[in-house]
Each structure stands twice: as C-alpha cells, then as structure tokens.
C-alpha cells in the first residue's frame, strides 16, 4: 500500500487572492449611463483581463478574407450542397433528360 502523502498536493490556484472590493472594475457603460461595477474578469483563451461577464460581448467574427476563407474550411462538412455540387447534379439531370427525350422520339 501506498503511503499518505504529508505535502499537500501544489497545482494551479483556483481560490481568490487579495482584497475583492479592490479588484479593478469592469467600467462598461451600463443602460443607466453609469460605469458598471462589476470586477472585471480574465479571458481565459487569451488571459487578458478585459471586461465583466456581462458586457465582454461576443466575437463579430473574421474580417479578413484570410480568416473567412478558413472559417469556411472549418465549418466545411462535405459539401453535398456546395454550388459547385449543385451545378455538377444539374448538368446531370439535364443530360438524363435529353437522353429520355432522344429515346421517346426513337420509338
Ligand atoms: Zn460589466
């Protein structure tokens, strides 16, 4: 059996450290007009420190062509319904349709 370990374990600190009425404060324009008050909180992709929970706001997304282009790649499943698909099954319908026709006439 393994012994109790004495020490206790050491890893990342989850818990709040220092004065929370001290912390800085999110500062975004409320509907009242007045600065919000609520701490502000880190981002944990990029670990800024930026705004409350509230008013961080959402992405608005790739702007560059760049960044557009590889967020189509992404979301890109398999492209049964892509124009260049959608073109390939019309020229197709439009093939077996001539052919039924010329067979009609033949008979
Ligand atoms: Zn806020």
Same mark, same amino acid.
């Given at each position: ?16 450290? %220092? ?7 999110? %500062?975004?324009?409320?509907?009242? %007009? ?21 008013? %961080? ?51």
């Amino acid at each position: 059996m393994k012994p109790v370990p004495v020490k206790p374990k050491r890893g990342i600190f989850r818990g709040r450290r %220092g004065e929370p009425s001290k912390a800085p404060r999110c %500062g975004a324009k409320t509907r009242r %007009g007045t600065p919000c008050q609520r701490a502000k909180e880190r981002n944990p992709h990029t670990g800024h420190l930026k705004k409350c929970r509230l008013h %961080g706001g959402l992405s608005s997304g790739p702007k560059t062509a760049e960044g557009r282009a590889r967020i189509a790649a992404a979301n890109w499943r398999h492209g049964k319904r892509s124009k260049a698909a959608k073109e390939a099954r019309r020229v197709l319908r439009e093939k077996l349709a001539a052919l039924k026709a010329k067979t009609k006439e033949e008979q």
